[in-house]
């Protein structure tokens, strides 16, 4: 099983980025899947979830600007990132519980780690 990460980039306060996140080796919209990042000196955080009943969960810091989605046909998950903020600069992962469809907030229940996504937002 692996997760491999695309996306990311330098922005302005305001911009907008994507992230892509490409599952192999099991059925990524059947199970947990989730965002986390982690800014310089700080925790991994999670971002958000994406649960096997298709409910998402975000972080109140992204609320109404970040929105995360699965694509079945790709196999897939996305974050789709809006009105960026400096604060949101950070190495961004995305992670998978294969058993699970409900996604724990302990980011060390997750085995299964994509290789991480720069977005650096400057004022």
């Known amino acids: 099983v692996q997760l491999a990460e695309s996306g990311g980039g330098s922005v302005q306060t305001g911009g907008s980025l994507r992230l892509s996140c490409v599952a192999s080796g099991y059925t990524a919209s059947d199970s947990c899947m989730a965002w986390f990042r982690q800014g310089a000196g700080k925790e991994r955080e999670w971002v958000a979830f994406i649960q096997g009943d298709g409910k998402i969960i975000y972080v109140d810091s992204v609320k109404g600007r970040f929105t995360a989605s699965t694509d079945r046909s790709e196999n897939s998950a996305y974050l789709q990132m809006n009105t960026l903020k400096p604060e949101d600069t950070a190495t961004y992962y995305c992670?998978?519980?294969?058993?699970?469809?409900?996604?724990?907030?302990?980011?060390?229940?997750?085995?299964?780690w994509g290789q991480g996504s720069q977005v650096t937002v400057s004022s």
């Open positions: 992670a998978a519980l294969t058993w699970s469809w409900v996604c724990p907030p302990d980011r060390t229940r997750y085995s299964i």
